[in-house]
Each structure stands twice: as structure tokens, then as C-alpha cells.
């Protein structure tokens, strides 16, 4: 493998700047693994079966370090078969196989010696749907913790995600009542806080706000934006205005004829929205097809 | 639709093309399969409602011969040699020392194997795992009393602890385990498997192990079906009469131990029905008061593995 084009983009375009990448695998860079990359997870060639029904086919594709970057498309192009590889999610799935590589920090998530469950511990998912436990506020937050084999002090440590998911000031007085009694929105920062309560490095959020009303929406927006400082989000999302809203990159993926998601195009948020290079993502923001 | 485009027995209307007197005739068709099915239904109406009003009353005129006091308090039960006591609590004692060592060998095993099924074996060891299951749960009773008998005390438990009597609690317990065995894995099982894979997903996203979602997950999410498969099992122990009436012996004494014959209520009402004891006479009556003790000990046992049942279909419909 000599080089692999960073971003797929039909137009044959140079990527911008900031996420021009060097061109070589990461192992053949041994100086730069730690300091220079700024990408949290790259992508090489990646496609993915579910029994014998392809799902993603020859995905290549970096995720920048401490952005938000958003995966947009139609429903069923593979956006959450893609996120849910991140953090090999897809293993749980008996008939699902995968070919390529993904790299987390430049180490294959595959490889031999690479655990998935060490490697989730430091990759948190929020859902879909709200889905904290039948417990405790606290002990929602302190599930993680607590699997880890977290030894420090366990209340701080709960108080400062549901401070940083911005569901504090709302449940400090009630931290013994079940998760199940919030509202939606609630729950969902609460997952959130969840995710948080394990010190993760990347956070990964499937369509995060689908279930939730336009205030909810917009609180959990505002703490995407707020944990980009100091998370790599990776977020999946139907809705265009959020993902113009939230993030600084965006990746549209669509599934032609044989219902098989392909990249089609990667890039600044602003210059997708703009300026898109292929024209089915043109067609697809403005609202043609999808 | 018309009668002229094919559908002969429907006029423009909708109605019956029959005329009046076929539609009678239906109508009364259909009055007579609903009282049949009203009947058939009445029949276990009516037959529960006779066998308690039967309990009750025999046991009404049992308790005008027989103190409450003595009854529930008494520790020696002789009903049928003088000097007669009454005293039923031998009987359930014995009773609940069967139930007890029934409940220890089923419940670990049951959730075991109920966790095994949920969590970690594939459709195809399930689908050949619970028709054995199932075979265990149709083994006719009498088999487990004989195999007590014959296999359990003799080959393992008289070699491991000696001076046990043939007829012993133990292995009466062991065997009437084995036979809720079924009852505590498939519901438990089912309790799990209706926990929603977002919360198993939720979990496996934090990092936890296939143990700990498991464990620490799955099993509490289920906690109440959990909790009224074992209780639902020693409903069940309780009320087993064949096993423990073959294995467990007749020995009516109080005792915690196991390797003692004893006698349970359900032995004790077999082995008077069964024998040449006069009806009508006090010695026959005490079944029916303990009969009740018992009916009125599972009925308690259904109703609170009830409400666990129903606690758990709430939390996630
Ligand atoms: N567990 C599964 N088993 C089999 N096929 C699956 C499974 N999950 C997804 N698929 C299939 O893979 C394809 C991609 O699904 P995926 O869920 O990744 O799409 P998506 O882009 O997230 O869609 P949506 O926007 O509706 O959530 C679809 O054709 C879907 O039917
Ligand atoms: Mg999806």
C-alpha cells in the first residue's frame, strides 16, 4: 500500500488544509503517531456485510481530532452500520463482517491484541433513543466508572459529567430516582453524562436528538458544540440544519441502485453546504432526493 | 358490493340475502355456540368454586373439633394413633424444608442456565437446549420419586453423608429441584430476553464485559420475572405430592435436618385418601384443614409472583 487517497472525492479536488493528511499508513510513521495526527479515527477501504447483504462498500475517510464531524444521508445508506464500526458496535451482530481497516489513534480497532471492550472505554456512544438503565440517576452515571474498576472518588466524578452534560443543576437534588422518570431530553443528557462518566476520548452519537423536541434539540446542540473543545464527536444525523449547526466537517454517504452506502463527499461543513463538490450532494441538501 | 357482480349471499345493501327466516336462524346459531362456550367456561368457574366451598366447609367443621391454637401451633402431628395431635406444623415444616432444598438446587442452576440462553448461546444451542428443558419439565413425578429413591440417596448422598435415612428430605428436595428446574429457566429466561438490546448496547458502549452486561444489567432489568420464576418454583415444591411422598418418606416430625424422613402436607393428604381411614371422621377431616393450610400457602405464593410478573411487563410496554 503506497498511498491512500485520504478523501474520496469524485471531483478529484484537493482536500483543505487542516485535514490534508499524510498520505502514507500510519505505521510507516512512527514519529508523527502520537504528535502529528489529527485525525481520531481513519478509515481505509472499508465495506461491511450484514449476512450476505452488503451494507457499506470501500469507505476511506478521516475523522479530525477534536471536531465535530457529522454523517449525513438518506435513510439506509449506512451511517450507523459506519459509526457503530468506530467502536466495533457491530460485533454484537452475529451475521455482521467487515473488510479494511479502521485506525483509532493509529491503532488498527481489528488487529490482533486490539480488545473491543478496552477499546470502547475510551470511545463513548449516545443512541437513538434515550436508554438509560432502570437505576439510579447515579447509578447511570456511575456504570462506567464502576466496570472500569474506577477507584477515586466516585461522586465527584458524577457530579462533573452530569456538569459537563449540562443536567446537573436539574437532578442534584434527586440523584437516588430512576433514570426512566426524566423527560426524553433529560434522559438523553443523562446518556450523555453516561458517556462522559468514562473519560472517553471520542464521542460517537447516533442520530442523538431524532427522538426529542426542538428545545431538547437545541440544549443537546449546545453541549455538542461545548464538548467539541475537548472530544472528537463523530455524529450521525438526518437533519441537514443540524449538521450545519453542529459541526465542523461533514461526510454525505448514499446507497445507489444495489442499496449499498458509498462516500460521496467529505469535507469543511461550510464548503459542503456551499459549495459541494459532487452534484448528488448538492441535490441531496437541497432537498431533491433523500 | 352487489349480488349481480358475484357475492350471491349479500344484497347492494349489505344485508343477509336470505330473508328473514335464514337470518333467524343464524342468530340463533350463533346464541348457541356463545352458551356453549359460556358453559364450557362456567364449568372451571364452577368447579373451583366447588372445591373451595368443599375446603372450606370441611374445614370449617374440622376447626369446631380442633382449636386453631392447637392446630397452627401444635409440634406433633398423630391425627390417626392416641393420644391424637393436631399439630400441623411437622407437616409444614417438612413441607417447606423440601420446598427450601428445592429452591437452593433450582434457583442457581435455573439462572445459570436462563443467563447462558440469553446472553451467550447461539439460536442453534438454543433451539436444541430447550426442548430438553422441556422434556425435563414433562417427566412424570413418580419418575423423580423413584430416581430419588433408588438413585439419588443410595449413589450420592448415603456414600457423602452416612447414616442417612432411606427416605430423607435431601434428596426428595434435590429431585423436586430438578423438576422446577425448567419452570425457573424458561421464565427467567424469557424475563431476560425481554430486556431491550439498548440497554445491553448502552452498556457493551461503556466499556463493560459480556459478564457485566449480564450481570449487572440484564439480570437486574429483569430482577421481577426473576423473582417470580423462583417463587412461581416454590409454589410449585410445595404443592408436589409424588416425588416427595416416595422420596421424602412419612415421618411427620419437625426438623431442619435433611437426611431425616419427613412427611409434607401434600404426603400426608396422599396417604390418608389413599388409605382406609373412615370419611366423616375427624382423622379424614384433617386433610381438608390441611389442604387449606396448603391451598391458601400457594395461593399467597401465585399472587405475590404476580404482581412481580406484572411490575416487570410495566417497565417496558
Ligand atoms: N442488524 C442488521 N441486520 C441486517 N441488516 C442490517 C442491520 N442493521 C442495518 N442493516 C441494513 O444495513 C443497511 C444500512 O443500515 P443503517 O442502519 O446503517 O442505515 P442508516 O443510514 O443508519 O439508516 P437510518 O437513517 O434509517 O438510521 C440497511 O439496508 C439495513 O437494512
Ligand atoms: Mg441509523
Redesign the pocket.
Known amino acids: 500500500m503506497v498511498s491512500d487517497p485520504v478523501i474520496v472525492r469524485p471531483g478529484g479536488h484537493t482536500p483543505p488544509v487542516s485535514i490534508r493528511l499524510q498520505d502514507r499508513p500510519a505505521e510507516e510513521r512512527p514519529a508523527e503517531r502520537t504528535a502529528a495526527l489529527d485525525q481520531v479515527f481513519r478509515i481505509e477501504h472499508l465495506s461491511a456485510w ?2 450476505t ?1 452488503q ?1 457499506l462498500r470501500d469507505i476511506t475517510l478521516d475523522f479530525p481530532r477534536n471536531r465535530v464531524t457529522a454523517i449525513i ?10 459509526i ?1 464500526c468506530l467502536n466495533r458496535m457491530n460485533d454484537l ?1 452475529p ?2 463482517r467487515q473488510e479494511g481497516r479502521i485506525l483509532y489513534h493509529g491503532d488498527d480497532v481489528c488487529g490482533p491484541g486490539s480488545d473491543a471492550v478496552a477499546l470502547r472505554r475510551h470511545i463513548g456512544m449516545v443512541f ?1 433513543k434515550p436508554n438509560p438503565f432502570p437505576k439510579s440517576i447515579f447509578d447511570n452515571v456511575a456504570f462506567g466508572p464502576r466496570v472500569n474498576g474506577y477507584s477515586g472518588d466516585l461522586k465527584a466524578l458524577v457530579e462533573g459529567a452530569l456538569r459537563r452534560a449540562a443536567l446537573w443543576d436539574e437532578v442534584k437534588d434527586k440523584l437516588g430516582t430512576s433514570g426512566l422518570a426524566l423527560s426524553g431530553g433529560q434522559q438523553q443528557r443523562l446518556c450523555i453524562a453516561r458517556a462522559l462518566a468514562v473519560e472517553p476520548d471520542a464521542l460517537l452519537m ?2 442523538p436528538c431524532s427522538a426529542l423536541d426542538p428545545i431538547a434539540t437545541y440544549r443537546i446542540e449546545e453541549l455538542i458544540t461545548s464538548l467539541a473543545v475537548d472530544y472528537s464527536i463523530v455524529i ?1 444525523t ?1 437533519n441537514m440544519q443540524q449538521a450545519s449547526r453542529v459541526s465542523d466537517y461533514t461526510t454525505f ?1 448514499l ?1 445507489g441502485e444495489e ?1 449499498i ?1 458509498e462516500l460521496v463527499e467529505f469535507g469543511p461543513t461550510r464548503d459542503l453546504f456551499t459549495t459541494p463538490k459532487d452534484e448528488r450532494t448538492e441535490s441531496y441538501i437541497t432537498g431533491r432526493f433523500g | 358490493m352487489t349480488a349481480s357482480t358475484g357475492n350471491p349471499a349479500r344484497t347492494r345493501t349489505g344485508r343477509p340475502s336470505g330473508g328473514p327466516a335464514l337470518a333467524r336462524r343464524r342468530r340463533a346459531t350463533e346464541r348457541a355456540i356463545a352458551g356453549l362456550l359460556l358453559a364450557a367456561t362456567g364449568v372451571s368457574v364452577l368447579t373451583t368454586v366447588g372445591i373451595v366451598l368443599v375446603l372450606v366447609f370441611e374445614t370449617f367443621e374440622f376447626f369446631r373439633e380442633v382449636s386453631l391454637w392447637e392446630f397452627f401451633t401444635g409440634t406433633v402431628w398423630a391425627p390417626l394413633f392416641s393420644p391424637r395431635h393436631f399439630g400441623v406444623l411437622p407437616l409444614v415444616g417438612g413441607t417447606l424444608l423440601v420446598a427450601a432444598i428445592a429452591i437452593i438446587v433450582a434457583m442457581p442452576l435455573g439462572l445459570i442456565i436462563a443467563i447462558y440462553l440469553a446472553e451467550y448461546a447461539g439460536q442453534r444451542t438454543r433451539s436444541t437446549v430447550k426442548p430438553f428443558l422441556e422434556i425435563l419439565a414433562g417427566i412424570p413425578t413418580v419418575v423423580f420419586g423413584f430416581f430419588a429413591l433408588t438413585f439419588v440417596t443410595p449413589n450420592l448422598i448415603q456414600p457423602l453423608i452416612p447414616g442417612t435415612n432411606v427416605f430423607n428430605a435431601l434428596s426428595a428436595g434435590i429431585v423436586v429441584g430438578l423438576m422446577v428446574l425448567p419452570m425457573v429457566a424458561t421464565i427467567s429466561e424469557d424475563a431476560m430476553a425481554a430486556v431491550p438490546r439498548a440497554l445491553r448496547e448502552a452498556a457493551h458502549g461503556l466499556g463493560a464485559t459480556k459478564l457485566e452486561v449480564a450481570l449487572r444489567v440484564v439480570v437486574p432489568a429483569a430482577l421481577s420475572g426473576i423473582i417470580a420464576s423462583f417463587i412461581l418454583a416454590m409454589s410449585r415444591a410445595v404443592g408436589e405430592t409424588m416425588a416427595v411422598a416416595i422420596a421424602g418418606g412419612s415421618t411427620p416430625v419437625l426438623t431442619i435436618d435433611p437426611t431425616q424422613s419427613i412427611q409434607t402436607m401434600t404426603g400426608y393428604i396422599a396417604q390418608v385418601s389413599l388409605g382406609d381411614t373412615p370419611q366423616n371422621s375427624l382423622e379424614f377431616k384433617t386433610i381438608f384443614a390441611v389442604g387449606m393450610t396448603l391451598f391458601v400457602m400457594t395461593l399467597v405464593l401465585n399472587i405475590v409472583s404476580q404482581m412481580f410478573v406484572r411490575r416487570y411487563r410495566n417497565v417496558y410496554q
Not at chain 1, 444521508?73 to 459506519?82: A, E, V
Open positions: 450484514y449476512g447483504a451494507a444521508g438518506p435513510s439506509g445508506c449506512g451511517k450507523s452500520t459506519l457503530r451482530i451475521s455482521f437513538q447516533d442520530e450521525v438526518h454517504l446507497s442499496r452506502g
